[in-house]
C-alpha cells in the first residue's frame, strides 16, 4: 500500500483543490468549480503562497490530492503572546472519508503548528457539519467558544 504524503499546496493542486472545497452540501452552495478556474482563486492562492504565515496543504496518495486544508500561524498578544495554529477548509475526498486521512492529516497539522512554535491549535466549523464535531471532538478539540462572522 502506498502512503498517505503531506506537502504545501502547488499551482498544479489548485483545480484539485477547488474540487475538493466544492464537493459537500456547503461547498455545493458556496463554491466555483469551474474551469479554468474563477481567478479569484488564483489570487487566493498567490496570497496563501506569498505569506509565510500560511501554509495551504494537500494530502496525497499515488501523486493524487485527495485532502487539504489550510494552516493559519497567528502572532497575538493573549496569553502571553502566544502564537495560535488556526485550521480552516479541511476536506477529504468522498472516496476516502472515514479511512483515517483525516486524523493522518490532522497530525501532520498540528506537528505543523508545534514545530512553529505555537502554543493553541484552533479551528472553526459549520454548525450544519456535526460528523465534523465529533471527529474534531474525538482528536481532542474542545468546543470552548462560540464564534460569530459578518459577511461583507
Same mark, same amino acid.
Given at each position: 500500500m502506498t502512503s498517505i504524503t503531506f506537502r504545501q499546496a502547488q499551482p498544479a493542486d489548485l483545480r484539485a483543490i477547488i474540487a475538493l472545497l466544492a464537493n459537500d452540501l456547503l461547498g455545493r452552495q458556496r463554491e466555483d468549480p469551474s474551469s479554468p478556474p474563477n481567478p479569484r482563486y488564483v489570487d487566493a492562492?498567490? +496570497?496563501?503562497?506569498?505569506?509565510r504565515n500560511q501554509l495551504l496543504a &494537500?494530502? *496525497?496518495l499515488d501523486e493524487a490530492v485527495i485532502g487539504t486544508? #489550510?494552516?493559519s500561524f497567528i502572532p497575538g498578544m493573549a496569553r502571553l503572546g502566544a502564537? !495560535?495554529?488556526q485550521i480552516e +477548509? &479541511? !476536506?477529504i475526498a468522498e472516496t476516502h472519508r472515514s479511512s483515517g486521512v483525516g486524523q #493522518?492529516?490532522?497530525e501532520w497539522a498540528i506537528a505543523q503548528c508545534k514545530a512553529r512554535g505555537c502554543d493553541i491549535v484552533q479551528l472553526t *466549523?459549520?454548525?450544519?457539519?456535526?460528523?465534523?464535531h465529533r471527529f474534531?471532538? !474525538?482528536l481532542g478539540f474542545v468546543g470552548s467558544h462560540i464564534g460569530y462572522k459578518l459577511m461583507l
Open positions: 492562492f498567490d +496570497a496563501i503562497l506569498a505569506d &494537500v494530502a *496525497t486544508l #489550510q494552516l502564537w !495560535r495554529g +477548509a &479541511v !476536506r #493522518q492529516m490532522f *466549523t459549520d454548525k450544519a457539519r456535526p460528523d465534523a474534531y471532538e !474525538r
